[in-house]
């Protein structure tokens, strides 16, 4: 979805953690390979206009079921407002 390889995603994993990530105590370290993945999508695309990493990311959101982040995060890019304050102000999806 974002063109990230499956490989550098693994490697990702095997940086953050030692586990598998489906045990119920490893949010934490999903939350990590997330945050990390979607950096290294930033840096891969920095030359992609700004509509087109927009669209990517609305899709890549909506294709693994999480659309109402989505809907926040198009809100946030519409507003010109910082994701992190929309959820911080407790706009984010329970």
Not at 7 to 18: K, P, R
Not at 28 to 34: I, K, L, S, Y
Not at 36 to 42: E, G, Q, V
């Given at each position: ?26 949010e ?7 945050a ?7 840096e ?51």
């Open positions: 979805m974002l063109n990230i390889p499956t490989v550098t995603i693994v490697q990702v994993i095997g940086d953050i953690c030692e586990n598998l990530l489906e045990s119920p105590d490893a934490n370290d999903r939350m990590a390979v997330a990390k993945c979607i950096l290294m999508w930033k891969m695309t920095k030359h992609n206009k700004t509509k087109d990493r927009i669209q990517s990311l609305e899709g890549a959101l909506r294709a693994t079921g999480k659309g109402d982040i989505a809907d926040i995060f198009m809100q946030c890019y519409n507003n010109n407002q910082d994701l992190a304050m929309a959820y911080s102000s407790g706009d984010a999806p329970e």
